[in-house]
């Protein structure tokens, strides 16, 4: 770990160097892995530095020098940013990693229980083409904080293609397949909780031959893979 400078800051006797914002949950927001506030408080003093594959951010000041944790004392965002790292495909494939500010997150089923979010997060993107571009698989890898990201799976279904004539009349031109599936996990990185949410999408469509014919098969549901790479942290040590 780098080595900080020794400092002292008296602070808003919150532990942080200003007052945090709230954020209250919806009905559909899952909390899950929740960090500590002593967590939160030593990611947002403490961070150095994040990657994610090819995407890496290491706060500078205006002189190019190390974010040190005391520069936070006048300058409460000195150690936000990000960087983003993509490939054009096929397929095509980009990183994200980030630090924001933290939060204070309320639950809006319990109003008395507060729970706390760190400002650090990380994304996988990747997507392909299917068959000439008649489909696309695409899957998204999210690390946050605390609250879950609100998306759902969708069963597989496939479902007649039509189109109208001139005259009102509708006939089929082939089917729409398509799918997605959510899986929702606790990970630590570097020490520090995160919530994983990994989202795959497949739709692809086929298409009668001749048209009208109604022949054309249901495609079959493939994912692209979630990216083997993972995610780094780094804190400073004092």
């Not at 967590?39 to 003093?45: E, H, P, R, T």
């Not at 974010?67 to 397929?91: E, H, M, Y």
Request: proline share 7%.
């Amino acid at each position: 770990m780098p080595t900080a400078q020794p400092f002292n800051a008296l602070g808003k006797g919150n532990g942080f160097n200003r007052c945090l914002t709230t954020t209250a949950t919806v009905p559909d927001d899952r909390i899950i892995n929740a960090p500590t506030f002593e967590q939160v408080v030593g990611a947002y003093w403490n961070f150095h530095s994040a990657s994610f594959s090819g995407a890496s951010f290491e706060p500078t000041n205006e002189d190019g020098e190390e974010v040190q944790p005391s520069d936070l004392i006048c300058n409460p965002f000195a150690n936000a940013g990000f960087d983003r790292d993509f490939t054009i495909g096929p397929p095509s494939k980009s990183f994200r990693v980030s630090n924001g500010s933290p939060r204070i997150v309320k639950d809006a089923a319990d109003d008395e229980t507060i729970y706390y979010k760190h400002g650090i997060s990380f994304r996988y993107t990747a997507s392909e083409d299917i068959d000439g571009g008649n489909g696309v698989k695409i899957t998204n890898v999210y690390y946050g904080s605390t609250i879950a990201v609100d998306v759902s799976p969708i069963p597989y279904s496939c479902t007649v293609l039509s189109t109208t004539t001139s005259g009102g009349g509708s006939y089929s031109i082939g089917k729409l397949a398509s799918q997605r599936k959510v899986n929702v996990s606790s990970v630590d990185i570097g020490g520090l909780p995160f919530v994983k949410t990994v989202v795959q999408d497949f739709s692809q469509e086929t298409y009668d031959d001749p048209v009208g014919s109604g022949n054309a098969k249901c495609a079959s549901a493939s994912f692209f893979p979630e990216t083997s790479e993972t995610p780094s942290l780094t804190f400073w040590d004092y």
